[in-house]
Antibody, heavy 120, light 110 residues
Framework: QVQLQESGPGLVKSSETVSLTCTVS????????WSWVRQPPGKGLEWIGH???????SYNPSLKSRVTISVDTSRNQFSLNLNSVTTADTAMYYC??????????????WGQGTLVTVSS | QTVVNQEPSLTVSPGETVTLTCASS?????????PNWFQQKPGQGPRPLIY???NKYSWTPARFSGSLLGGKAALTLSGVQPDDEADYYC??????????FGGGTKLTVL
């Protein structure tokens, strides 16, 4: 059974960098794409970006200048760094596995999410 | 920037059939966009329901089905149950440009 678990600081200050980690169990980080998605309180889902261990990375254009997603194969983890945060970045942050082949795309499973609050 | 549009809200009675749609600002949705659908209930994370237009997960109830309809991706619930009250999000894949979520549909069962 594949499981993902997010970890990171629950509270950060405006203008700082938030760093989140997703630990993957039950699957190798080298096998698939891995994604970050966020959801501000009371709002919809927003794709942040996804990465493949070989270096293929895609970011949401609206966040691209502030986001870095990286993979640590030795720890079977992937990470999100979001810099220059503002209160608008307050959200639940989810990590998820993205499986893509010539026929299908699926995003499953998802982590339980971690709430990041940005204080002004 | 690419926008994916969904009905903001729909209200349906138990036992009825309802169709939620997902449209792309770039043009008609085709299978190449790999439409995915997710259900989210209050206080919970997104639960995948449908992938690649019409493929179900092992946990997806039979009353949920995905399709393409009039240039949009569609999620149909046949015989809606009170437990189906939730937010539903679609997702479309734009290749190297990544993926985009729709704004979500709040489904109310009255």
């Amino acid at each position: 059974q594949v499981q993902l678990q997010e970890s990171g600081p629950g509270l950060v200050k405006s203008s700082e960098t938030v760093s989140l980690t997703c630990t993957v169990s039950g699957d190798s980080i080298s096998n698939h794409f891995w994604s970050w998605v966020r959801q501000p309180p009371g709002k919809g889902l927003e794709w942040i970006g996804h990465t493949f261990f070989g270096g293929s990375i895609s970011y949401n254009p609206s966040l691209k200048s502030r986001v870095t997603i990286s993979v640590d194969t030795s720890r079977n983890q992937f990470s999100l760094n979001l810099n220059s945060v503002t209160t608008a970045d307050t959200a639940m942050y989810y990590c998820a596995r993205l499986i893509v082949d010539s026929q299908h795309l699926r995003i499953d499973p998802w982590g339980q999410g971690t709430l990041v609050t940005v204080s002004s | 920037q690419t926008v994916v549009n969904q009905e903001p809200s729909l209200t349906v009675s138990p036992g009825e059939t309802v169709t939620l749609t997902c449209a792309s600002s770039t043009g008609p949705v085709t299978n190449n966009y790999q439409p995915n659908w997710f259900q989210q209930k209050p206080g919970q994370g997104p639960r995948p329901l449908i992938y690649s237009t019409n493929n179900k997960y092992s946990w997806t109830p039979a009353r949920f089905s995905g399709s393409l309809l009039g240039g949009k991706a569609a999620l149909t619930l046949s015989g809606v149950q009170p437990d189906d009250e939730a937010d539903y999000y679609c997702l479309l894949y734009y290749g190297g440009a990544g993926v985009v979520f729709g704004g979500g549909t709040k489904l109310t069962v009255l």
